[in-house]
């Protein structure tokens, strides 16, 4: 039995941790499937999403933003405590000399005048909570730091430095967290070009920029990934260096003598780095980010390219080793960040990404199993093909159960996570339709409650993007018309049971 939409193991790439051009894994390439389909009112194109943001509005700033430097050290503190932990591209230890240079320059030019402006920018948008949360006529959090960062970025752009591919990923970070996937992906492609260009040659990167160099390397590759799951988007080449590259270390503590700030301003003292605030598993996440990435990525080469010759017959093993592997990864991550896999809830942040993250794995790489069931309900009398529907639809509603934890993420991965909810809750939906997946749900109310939740927050982040927006208008459509099928033929009464 042949299941549309999955890709061929036959003949895998070189490296099978790469996203492929061509794939299935969008969100909405899910209005597609049978049952999911029939409740949609009109068809839509999966390149809608992406065409949405290109059409949308350039992002507007002043060129002479004031910017305050009154909360600073708050912001600084919130940086490194609740934001370097997903990036990891700023060293606590070197930071001093970063701001006191900075200073010395009047915050007026150099890559760390920019890289300084930019960890206020992101401290402050950590301070601040999500942005959904933010009044529409506020400012947002952050954003006249970012401002006069921005204006210092031109002439930044034009080095092929570290520290000005630096610059650049902590300038893209602030993009995702305005909600600006599009031009976030135009500033990653830079650093990738900048990357490759230095990687080229080991020999290009001073000794004391090659920590700073990984770190980099692995943030453009990490964030053009999550771009390239939902979006059809040129892929910049960062990803022929992965099998070379070397895993990101601990922060080191650099010599003075041995620092070379790239500096514009020559003229300010050098000074000892003072140790930022730190928890001592400071890359703890990274790591275990760049890992499920990979293997996120593995999923979609093996499962979801498209022109599928794919069988249940031979997906079995393909899903079972994947899911192995997922187990592995899970198994390996510090006691700190092991997420509890029980209803009791994560003690952190960290935890709380990383558990969402990986319900979202365990559900795609068992999603093929629910599209069968949608294209023949028979397949669902093969108690392998239940067992393994039952193992998706539960990591689905694990991940939904608890809508708000989705906001612990809302700096690297608002844009990303709010479409994980909707291919999420499509899926639900779907299921709902199907006698055989029914059975598999927890009783109606309880799934109403879920799917219901899940569209007021997706509705909450509306506003944010044009992505988005549409986003929130399929759930809620499909939603009603699900309802109404529902009534109407009595398939799934609501009743607990």
Not at 165 to 192: G, M
Request: aromatic share 10%; charged share 15%; proline share 7%.
């Amino acid at each position: 039995m042949s299941v549309a939409g999955l890709g061929s193991w036959a003949h895998p790439p070189p490296s099978i941790s790469t996203m492929p051009k061509l794939h299935t894994t969008p969100a909405l390439n899910l209005l597609q499937w049978p049952l999911i389909r029939n409740l949609i009112s009109r068809p839509y194109d999966p390149q809608n999403l992406l065409q949405l943001e290109m059409a949308r509005e350039p992002l507007r700033m002043s060129p002479a933003s004031p910017f305050d430097l009154s909360n600073m050290a708050t912001y600084i503190q919130a940086f490194f405590e609740c934001v370097n932990v997903w990036y990891a591209c700023v060293n606590p230890h070197t930071w001093t000399r970063y701001y006191k240079t900075a200073l010395a320059c009047g915050f007026r030019e150099g890559p760390e005048s920019c890289v300084v402006l930019l960890v206020l920018a992101l401290g402050s948008a950590s301070h601040n909570g999500s942005l959904a949360f933010i009044p529409q006529s506020k400012e947002a959090p952050g954003f006249s730091y970012f401002a006069a960062a921005w204006s210092l970025l031109p002439s930044i752009m034009m080095r092929n430095s570290v520290s000005a591919a630096q610059c650049i990923v902590l300038a893209s970070a602030y993009l995702f967290y305005l909600v600006r996937p599009l031009e976030a992906w135009t500033l990653l492609s830079n650093v990738s070009m900048k990357l490759q260009l230095l990687l080229a040659n080991p020999s290009r990167i001073p000794l004391q920029w090659k920590q700073l160099s990984v770190r980099l390397y692995w943030n453009a590759l990490l964030y053009e990934s999550d771009l390239l799951a939902e979006l059809d988007l040129p892929h910049s080449g960062i990803v022929q260096f992965e099998e070379l590259m070397d895993l990101p270390g601990n922060f080191e503590e650099l010599e003075d003598e041995d620092f070379d700030g790239e500096n514009e301003c020559h003229d300010h003292p050098r000074h000892n780095a003072e140790r930022g605030p730190m928890n001592g598993g400071e890359l703890w996440y990274f790591l275990a980010e760049i890992a499920l990435r990979r293997l996120l990525n593995r999923v979609s080469h093996m499962i979801y390219q498209k022109d599928s010759s794919l069988t249940l017959g031979s997906l079995g093993p393909i899903v079972s080793e994947l899911d192995f592997q997922l187990s592995q990864w899970y198994d390996n991550l510090p006691q700190p960040i092991q997420f509890p896999l029980t209803d009791e809830l994560p003690s952190n942040s960290v935890q709380t990404v990383l558990r969402l993250r990986y319900f979202a794995c365990r559900t795609i790489i068992y999603r093929p199993y629910i599209l069968a069931v949608f294209e023949n309900e028979q397949a669902g009398a093969d108690q392998i093909v239940k067992e393994y529907c039952r193992r998706c639809l539960e990591a689905t509603l694990r991940q939904l159960e608890n809508i708000t934890s989705h906001r612990e993420g809302h700096l690297p991965y608002l844009w990303q996570g709010a479409l994980s909810m909707v291919s999420q809750t499509l899926l639900v939906m779907g299921a709902t339709m199907s006698p055989t997946l029914s059975s598999l749900l927890p009783p109606s109310q309880s799934v109403d409650r879920i799917v219901s939740a899940v569209i007021l927050e997706v509705e909450s982040y509306a506003h944010l993007a044009p992505s988005l927006r549409l986003s929130a208008e399929i759930i809620r459509d499909a939603e009603k018309r699900r309802q109404m099928c529902l009534r109407s033929t009595g398939a799934w009464p609501n009743l607990e049971t």
